[in-house]
């Protein structure tokens, strides 16, 4: 299929994050579902950010990518670097941790259309009811322009129902 979107819908939410944080300058910023730690890479490299937490149900997953976390020997050079601490945290966005609690800015990307339709609503809870942030920037993909997700939609929940291809083509669209 070819892609509707260039570049591609993911990568633009990512910037979205990106232009978010350049202007509001949050210190602390929590990734919900941070999945490879994509979007946590991308901030580590934004000075003013003091803690980064990645929390994921799948710590398999967080562990095959997290070592692109670690510092590399020119980020020593930057003055304010060592003030930047990463916490990577396995556990569930349905449940509340008070390590999750304080923080500016929460991103949730491409994260909601994986949970049923119960656990929607404990998310709903946990971030807005309990972690409380100052802000909060939830994505997913758009289903008029996901052909694979019209019925899957109805059904309450995604990822449980696709794979190979077509997973990869909701996360292009
Ligand atoms: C499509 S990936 C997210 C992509 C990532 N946020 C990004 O921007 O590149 C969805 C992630 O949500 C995680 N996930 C699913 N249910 C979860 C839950 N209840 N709590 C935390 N993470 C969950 C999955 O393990 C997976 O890593």
């Not at 300058?25 to 980064?52: A, N, S, T, Y």
């Not at 052909?147 to 291809?165: A, H, I, Q, R």
Request: proline fraction near 5%; aromatic fraction near 8%.
């Amino acid at each position: 299929m070819e892609p509707m979107f260039t570049p591609a819908l993911h990568r633009q939410r990512h910037q979205f994050v990106i232009d978010f944080v350049k202007r509001k300058k949050p210190k602390k910023v929590l990734d919900l579902g941070c999945c490879e730690c994509v979007l946590l890479k991308q901030l580590k490299f934004h000075r003013e950010i003091e803690l980064l937490v990645g929390l994921d149900i799948d710590g398999v997953q967080i562990k095959k990518k997290m070592h692109g976390l670690a510092p590399i020997s020119t980020d020593y050079l930057q003055p304010s670097y060592d003030q930047l601490r990463i916490e990577l945290y396995q556990g569930s966005v349905t449940e509340k941790d008070a390590r999750l609690r304080g923080f500016d800015l929460v991103t949730s990307i491409e994260l909601i259309e994986h949970l049923t339709l119960a656990d929607v609503e404990l998310f709903s809870e946990v971030v807005f009811g309990y972690l409380t942030p100052e802000a909060v920037i939830v994505s997913t993909p758009n289903s008029d322009f996901n052909p694979f997700s019209l019925d899957l939609w109805v059904s309450g929940t995604l990822t449980t129902s696709l794979s190979g291809p077509e997973q990869s083509s909701s996360r292009g669209l």
